[in-house]
């Protein structure tokens, strides 16, 4: 796992992530004059305090951490390599969301919006939960990861109700979660699984396990 985490952070600066990075900027920076607004619209609303209640809990790193260990431990003790391949994924993706997430939070020094802590920028529960769907996406494709990310959206407009997080804060939290999602195993995506031919051999079969380099 530590040697695909060095890759994934050493194919963190593309072009491609550049331009999701300027474009999720230019997106917080347009809802950032909302802000103030949506807080105190949602802030103590009693209806959207109990339909993103849940959200707050099962979107927290922990929670999704654990959700994507089961599916990697899942894979291995049944001996399948797609789904134990998938919940490495998971968790890498979470890794790099997190490093990143935590890096800005005490770069940018935002004060949240109860005023309690200056680690607003970007919100921890978006940049998890994109994370997660985006590589459900690569793997899956969009018939399972459009699920994933309505939970994913409805997890971060979650962090608005409890008054932890702006506008804004959601909405780049949203976009360092698809730069991880994208950028974990992008780099292996052109054979993740390699072949397994079965040949014969004196006195039965074998199986072949062939690898292009």
């Keep these: 796992m530590f ?34 607004k949506v807080s105190q619209q949602v802030t103590g609303n009693p209806t959207a305090d109990n339909f993103f209640k849940l959200g ?18 899942y894979g291995r003790i049944r001996d399948q390599p797609k789904v ?41 529960h978006a940049s998890d939960t994109f994370a997660v769907a985006t590589a459900l996406q690569r793997h899956l494709g969009w018939k399972y990861a459009t ?5 994913a959206s409805y997890v971060a407009a979650s962090r608005l109700p409890t008054n932890r997080h702006w506008l804004s804060d ?13 950028t974990v195993g992008s780099h292996e995506r052109q054979q993740p699984f390699a072949p397994v031919t079965p040949v014969s051999v004196p006195g039965g079969m074998a199986l072949v396990h062939t690898r292009t380099w």
């Design 3 to 36: 040697k695909g985490l060095l890759e994934d952070f050493q194919h963190l600066p593309t072009k491609e992530n550049a331009y999701w990075a300027a474009g999720g900027g230019a997106a917080a920076l347009a809802v950032h004059r909302f802000d103030e």
């Design 56 to 73: 707050q809990y099962i979107g927290s790193t922990p929670v999704v951490f654990g959700a994507s260990a089961t599916v990697y431990a």
């Design 84 to 124: 134990s391949h998938l919940g490495m994924d998971l968790l890498r993706a979470i890794a790099v969301s997190t490093t990143l997430t935590q890096t800005l939070k005490y770069t940018t020094r935002r004060l949240r919006p109860d005023g309690t802590t200056r680690n607003s920028f970007p919100s921890g």
């Design 147 to 151: 699920p994933a990310y309505m939970f």
């Design 170 to 182: 959601v909405f780049f939290g949203a976009t360092v979660g698809i730069i991880a999602g994208r």
